[in-house]
């Protein structure tokens, strides 16, 4: 089975500038999650899909971050314009269900903020 | 006070020793826990679930205190390959639709 697919895996990108990432989670999964992981700390959920309609995205710093999930597979995650403090590693997860069935993780997208 | 709180570690082992880490959490109402395993510069992935009764793989034990509000991950006879960081993760309200928390991680070094 294939697991789920991120793209870059690595960014290197000057302040002020945008970002986008790609997500494919796995086949049939109905739930995505974009976290951010500083290094040091744990990921932080910034937004939860279910299908293509937001679950949760208390966390996501709405005035510089956007995300969506066109067709309830795929999805994007998108910073314009970047800052310093976003420099971090950003990971997309699935699941096939809700909070108790375990989430599988992409590699992740290294982000370097200059 | 965070609302998943794991000692940081790093805690450094020799093989074959017992290791056990705490994780604590705010919410008493919270409903479903895990841990997870990164590996350094790897992706998390799931090491267990832990239920209220407890439960076993092999060397690792999880367990769940609704009373004093932690999770605990024993490993026995540790390996090299068990250093790790593990990420502690709570589900506060247990449903599809809530904010899932993960702890800041333990780093575990094991020692030949």
């Known amino acids: 089975e294939a697991g789920v697919a991120q793209s870059p895996r690595y960014k290197i990108i000057e302040k002020r500038q945008s970002v986008a990432f790609w997500c494919n989670p796995i086949s049939g999964h109905a739930t995505l999650y974009w976290y951010q992981q500083i290094l040091g700390q744990g990921p932080k959920l910034l937004i939860q899909?279910?299908?293509?309609?937001?679950?949760?995205d208390s966390q996501l710093p709405k005035d510089r971050f956007s995300a969506e999930r066109l067709k309830g597979v795929d999805s994007t995650l998108k910073i314009q314009p970047a800052k310093l403090e976003d420099s971090a590693v950003y990971l997309c997860?699935?699941?096939?269900?809700?909070?108790?069935?375990?989430?599988?993780f992409g590699p992740g997208t290294r982000l370097t903020v200059l | 006070r965070k609302e998943v709180e794991q000692d940081p570690g790093p805690f450094n082992v020799p093989e074959g020793a017992t290791v056990a880490f705490n994780c604590t959490y705010s919410n008493s109402a919270s409903q479903s826990f895990f841990w997870y395993r990164q590996d350094c510069r790897k992706e998390p992935k799931l090491l267990m679930s832990?239920?209220?009764s407890g439960n076993e793989d092999g060397r690792f034990t999880a367990q769940l205190n609704r009373a004093s509000q932690y999770i605990s991950l024993l490993i026995r006879d540790s390996k090299l390959s068990d250093s790790a960081t593990y990420l502690c993760?709570?589900?506060?309200?247990?449903?599809?639709?809530?904010?899932?928390?993960f702890g800041s991680g333990t780093r575990l070094s094991i020692r030949p």
């Open positions: 899909f279910q299908n293509n309609g937001v679950v949760d």
């Open positions: 832990v239920y209220s």
């Open positions: 993760v709570v589900n506060p309200s247990g449903s599809s639709a809530s904010k899932i928390i």
């Open positions: 997860a699935s699941s096939s269900g809700g909070s108790y069935n375990e989430q599988f």
